[in-house]
């Protein structure tokens, strides 16, 4: 959530025009996060978040918040998108879709332990059950497709043990099918950024702008890639991965294929945040103030895949 | 090779009055094997067998005794087939399709050592690379449909551990798309008692019938299978896989794919042979001689892919 559109007050006040959410007290940018343009606007009646699309298509959000609604009613904690006076989540700011959401209480955590992992486990299963029933469909757009041409772009920039690596995981990527893993929704970007915690208790899971269609294994193994791989001093942290995923499967069933797919997934996971990262650092974008991810932690995610699947694939027995 | 066809004299006679072999001067079935009946055949002329074939259709054989011809061609240590008096490879006894071969010198070892296993990866490096010009195509005989039927066959007749392991194998052999890796003629079924060796010297490679056009890889896997696991103390020896292995890569190059599809290979042969000595076992063929395999050995193939990947990747490093 870096901020690439920079809003005065006035166009503020235009936008919030169209809500019913009391008068402004205080409006400022966040920094995290590196797609959208992020503010947190504080009313008179409650705490939002205002985020303006940079990059997405208009149905793709209608689909993620119309989501965060769905899993909002299931009391998952996930943040309520709030309808403008015409009944809309998706709404228009200086020529680009914008959407206000609830702002929920707590914080993200840099360093989580076994029982923040245990908790995230459990979360990102209960989202996996309730949205079973969530009745629209996305594609993924950072799939095959993305994958092709942004390899493409990013590959002559590369030394040669990186291309190297880089080649074995495109080809790799090919051969494994997960037509045969159970699909669902899935958030795809459940790192420690994206969860808040209220002391104890997991208070929120937020930013479902990657949300599609896909397989839930895959959803595992991205929020395993990020709370399990270095955020300790070891690269992989497996008492924590073990907790997230046995927390997981206590709720919900995980099939004898999706064990099958566990390293193909974290190797799926590893390639997509390596090449997103190593594209934003290459080829970044203009904008007012903007963060951009280190691309190395998922470059150490693909080389422990490559050389420890034993160690990885342990954490299921 | 198990005798499932009694031949007499006056029959082999009558066989053998099609060639020009000279007279017969001594004949015995051999036991070993499991698809086809043989005999040895001794004349004034030299040694031949000569091979029944019990469920082969006529076209596969063709490939493959033509492929002998060729492979023999180009010095490869394959056994010549001999043409009958209409210059056919492939003739008919007792309204079965049968081949008489060269009879090659040496004898088949049980308990490989490093040395043996270098040979052997170096000579199906060389086979690999020679059958590349082979023009005629086969289908596997052994391929996904066989394996869901087979499947299908033996599933209620096994245990629940070994039922649970035949169910992960048979959803896992469906999620590895081995299209990506090279392919050419594979032997398919190189095990200890396929290759002779005559002192140090390995003398020949020996039945060719389940020989088709598949990926080069799952052959070098098939041959690992049986000459790396379980002829010594240990499960695996990874010494002489190790061995088998980089001998095999210094005769042929293996790529990037073919070494992300090693484990697969493994686990596609080591399934191959599991169900198809399983179905032996619980449906055996009436014959003369026959010999029947443990399915054991294969089990624990599958069993130590699934706990020791890294291990077994560990060979291409």
Same mark, same amino acid.
């Given at each position: @959530?870096?901020?690439?559109?920079?809003?005065?007050?006035?166009?503020?006040?235009?936008?919030?025009?169209?809500?019913? !959410?009391?008068?402004?007290?205080?409006?400022?940018?966040?920094?995290?996060?590196?797609?959208?343009?992020?503010?947190?606007?504080?009313? =008179?009646?409650? /705490?939002?978040?205002?985020?303006?699309?940079?990059?997405?298509?208009?149905?793709?959000?209608?689909?993620? &918040?119309?989501? @965060? $609604?769905? %899993?909002? =009613?299931?009391?998952?904690?996930?943040?309520?998108?709030?309808?403008?006076?015409?009944?809309?989540?998706?709404?228009? !700011?200086?020529?680009?879709?914008?959407?206000?959401?609830? /702002?929920?209480?707590?914080?993200?955590?840099?360093?989580?332990?076994?029982?923040?992992?245990?908790?995230?486990?459990?979360?990102?299963?209960?989202?996996?059950?309730? $949205?079973?029933?969530?009745?629209?469909?996305?594609?993924?757009?950072?799939?095959?497709?993305?994958? $092709?041409?942004?390899?493409?772009?990013?590959?002559?920039?590369?030394?040669? $043990?990186?291309?190297?690596?880089?080649?074995?995981?495109?080809?790799?990527?090919? +051969?494994? =099918?997960?037509?045969?893993?159970?699909?669902?929704?899935?958030?795809?970007?459940?790192?420690?950024?994206?969860?808040?915690?209220?002391?104890?208790?997991?208070?929120? &899971?937020?930013?479902?702008?990657?949300?599609? +269609?896909?397989?839930?294994?895959?959803?595992?193994?991205?929020?395993?890639?990020?709370?399990?791989?270095?955020?300790?001093?070891? #690269?992989?942290?497996?008492?924590?991965?073990?907790?997230?995923?046995?927390?997981?499967?206590?709720?919900?069933?995980?099939?004898?294929?999706?064990?099958?797919?566990?390293?193909?997934?974290?190797?799926?996971?590893?390639?997509?945040?390596? &090449?997103?990262?190593?594209?934003?650092?290459?080829?970044?974008?203009?904008?007012?103030?903007?963060?951009?991810?280190?691309?190395?932690?998922?470059?150490? #995610? %693909?080389?422990?895949?490559?050389?420890?699947?034993?160690? &990885?694939?342990?954490?299921?027995?």
């Amino acid at each position: @959530m870096s901020v690439y559109t920079k809003l005065s007050e006035p166009e503020l006040d235009t936008f919030l025009s169209t809500y019913l !959410v009391g008068q402004v007290l205080h409006f400022e940018g966040i920094e995290a996060g590196i797609e959208n343009s992020n503010y947190f606007v504080t009313t =008179d009646q409650g /705490r939002f978040v205002l985020t303006i699309f940079e990059q997405a298509s208009v149905e793709g959000l209608k689909y993620c &918040l119309e989501l @965060m $609604a769905f %899993l909002s =009613d299931c009391a998952l904690p996930s943040p309520r998108p709030v309808a403008n006076t015409r009944g809309e989540y998706l709404n228009t !700011v200086k020529n680009k879709p914008a959407a206000l959401v609830e /702002r929920l209480g707590g914080a993200s955590i840099d360093k989580p332990g076994i029982e923040h992992c245990r908790l995230v486990g459990k979360t990102l299963g209960a989202m996996h059950n309730a $949205a079973q029933s969530y009745p629209a469909t996305r594609e993924n757009e950072r799939g095959r497709a993305w994958r $092709a041409v942004t390899a493409e772009q990013i590959r002559g920039h590369l030394n040669t $043990a990186d291309k190297s690596l880089l080649d074995r995981e495109m080809v790799f990527s090919k +051969s494994f =099918d997960f037509s045969y893993c159970k699909r669902g929704v899935v958030h795809a970007d459940l790192f420690r950024d994206n969860v808040l915690f209220e002391g104890p208790k997991l208070s929120g &899971l937020i930013d479902f702008y990657y949300a599609h +269609s896909g397989s839930l294994i895959y959803d595992l193994a991205v929020t395993v890639s990020d709370w399990c791989f270095g955020s300790d001093e070891t #690269v992989f942290n497996q008492p924590c991965a073990k907790a997230l995923v046995q927390a997981y499967s206590e709720t919900r069933v995980v099939d004898t294929m999706e064990i099958e797919a566990w390293l193909p997934s974290l190797r799926a996971a590893g390639l997509r945040f390596w &090449l997103s990262r190593l594209k934003d650092q290459l080829f970044p974008r203009h904008g007012h103030l903007t963060h951009i991810k280190d691309p190395a932690p998922f470059k150490t #995610v %693909l080389q422990h895949c490559q050389l420890h699947s034993d160690q &990885l694939q342990s954490v299921w027995s």
